[in-house]
């Protein structure tokens, strides 16, 4: 039974219902109400004191590095964590996560989102959601959508044909929303013309008719421009507060703009919200330690390996050079609200893995990267250091200075400085090691074939050293894999650094975004959607697939390690429609799967694929069809590895199909 009903609630108190308290608290009718706080995520808690500074508190892996684990389970273990922080500190509501597809490899934000692909981002925001519900704490699904760059934030506005909207943007929240979040955020960006704070095709019609969500729609933090245009639309909560917030409603609902029922929909969203996040289920199970363990466990299985040529890593032996500041203070994550205050202090990087045997390192003397984490400095110290050692490790990458919220990177490659110093520490040594951190896609090619092994490290959080150190010297396999293609340069991908006419962008690529990009232009990439590389030496085979009904399998395969490496194998599903009456991508992500495969073992993986994997969006029948026919099922060590295939023949119905051939051989 409800425990607030509408009828006990004043149309003033339903107004001021519609907007924030202040910046971070629901309005509680002078204490009628309890006093719901929100807060950010989605790398752990960022919440102020009341002086305005932010509280410490657990860094954990970005959404950029759970999505290179490629494990549903991690990001429930990531968002079970920070619950755990939510409830200690005291919000309702955890500001995440975020969904968008990554589409240009420049925006500022793509650390807080998981993928270029929407099933990926879908599963794993999902999962992340469940992590944190699960312990009665709400999420706010964000920012949705099309929040895809960060130039002219609030205003610039993206034009997306309808098809792309439905395959590509929406399909991650879709896919989320099955995780049934407290909140989605709307963004700030006008999509075909209108806010998404004002769009009732994705509010309304989209959201809530057709995805069925059923909880409050939070307007990100400035993205409402009319408040009543918004409630209109079917935006509940107006954040945060401003002193006009409720005279605007006040008026519109005079001058017969706004209806009672139109505020009553939105007031009793925001009620069960209220019922929803007061539950017995907040109960803390972790220590500060657990936590840090648990965001160590995350950033292990993060860690990509790009390049290891004559397997030089892992480094067993030998004296190692190890340079660069992010040694002791390497970035735990981009900048912006999603950073978190940790205060966790580091442990060198060298110290940890001289701790692990094997290689001794050391760093070298008057040589450091100066404070903002960008310039090297000391560079004769460094070439003298690294002349006569066995390997060199450098350290390079971004920060939170780079990668931040509110503008976009103005590169994809390293600063000039960097990509020399590691050129010319290829030409003293020949085992040079780069580490990259970094929240998105990194243009190497400067440097790439003078280096022998290249790891992209990712944000990882607090872990991060720790990880490092488990894979750097061999204790754990890296199973990381890209969750963005590397494009070769950045006028290579769909997106560049246009931003449209400046003040709104079409995406003239339509669905072709990422992957589905560089292979329908078969266009060569550094590296591809989900490569990343093991110590272990993998082999797939014995494929078979299982017919549940005409549109629902199971496909079977083996993954045999034959090392002396545990290792742990992200293998992918793809799905290929191999006649179409459409164009449709070469494949597309339908399924994955992160298994251990022990030493010299075997491990038998099982992935379901369903209608949605072989349907596409037609804007035709304004609705989502399998048309009949082969489909091939690709299975991959990454977009490009395909190393499995088999094909189906899916045969619906007639009366389900229109006709594609010009003999008639049905009625
Ligand atoms: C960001 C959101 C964030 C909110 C509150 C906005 O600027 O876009 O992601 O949750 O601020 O900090």
Redesign the pocket.
Known sequence: MATYKLSDFTLDEKLHLLSGKDNWHLWDGDGKLPLLR?A??PHGM?IYNEDGSVKPATAMPCLSAIGSTFNRELAYLSGNTIADECIEMGAAVL??P?VNTRRCPLNG?NF?YFSEDPFLSGELGAAYIEGVQVKGIGT?L??YCA?LREYD?FYQGCDIDERALREIYLAAFEGALRAKPYTV?C??TPINGVYASENRYLLKDMLRDEFGFDGVVIS???AVHSIYKSVKAGLDLT??YRADNYSRLKEAYERGLLSDEEIDFCVRNILTLIERTQNDRKVVTTTKEERYQNAVRIAKEAVVLLKNEDGLLPLRAGNVLISGSFVRRPPTGGG???FVETTYVQRPLNELLNEKGGATYETPAGHAIDSKGKIPIGLRNLYHAAYGKDAVVLCVGEDNTVEC??FDRQSIRLNPQTERMILDTAAINENVVVLVYAGSAIDMSAWIDKVKAVVFVGFLGEGVNEALAAILSGEVSPSGKLTESFPLSLKESCAGTDPGNGYTEWFQEGIFVGYRYYDKWDKEVLFPFGHGLSYADLTYSNLRIEKKSETDYTVTYDIENRSDFDAMEASQVYVSDVFSMVTRPKKELKGFSKDLIPAHGKTTVSVPLNARSFAYYNTSLKDWHIENGIFKILVGASSRDIRLSADIEITLPDETQYSVYFAQHVM
């Open positions: 929100l950010d995520g960022r500001l995440a975020g934000r807080e706010s964000k920012h929040n934030r955020m963004s700030f990100d933090w400035g954040m945060p912006g609200s999603s919220e509110s």
